[in-house]
């Protein structure tokens, strides 16, 4: 995990869920799903939503996990493992 990649995932997730407040604090390993009450179901399709946008990946239906959103760490690796999907070079 880059640390460019983190900052745009945390970026992302900050700006999309609106808690910005709480930026500072996140770290790799902090919990997600179930510890940030914004990401309830609408968040999450809206953070996937983002992330697609804004790092131009694509995300299935059947990819969703609660194992992909259950840190900030997790979910980095799961963009990482989209992009280099999604680059064969």
């Known amino acids: 995990m880059t640390d460019a990649l983190f900052e745009d995932v945390k970026a992302v997730l900050v700006t999309t869920l609106g808690i910005q407040d709480r930026a500072a604090g996140l770290t790799a390993s902090s919990p997600l ?3 940030v009450p914004e990401l ?3 968040g ?3 953070l996937v939503t983002s ?3 804004r ?3 694509t995300v299935d239906d059947e990819e969703f996990s609660g194992e992909i959103f259950e840190t900030l760490g997790s979910l980095v690796r ?3 493992l989209k992009l280099a999907a999604a680059d064969p070079t």
């Open 51 to 53: 992330l697609e946008a």
């Open 55 to 57: 790092l131009g990946i």
């Open 44 to 46: 999450v399709l809206e």
């Open 33 to 35: 799903f179930g510890a």
């Open 40 to 42: 309830d179901s609408l």
């Open 78 to 80: 799961f963009v990482e």
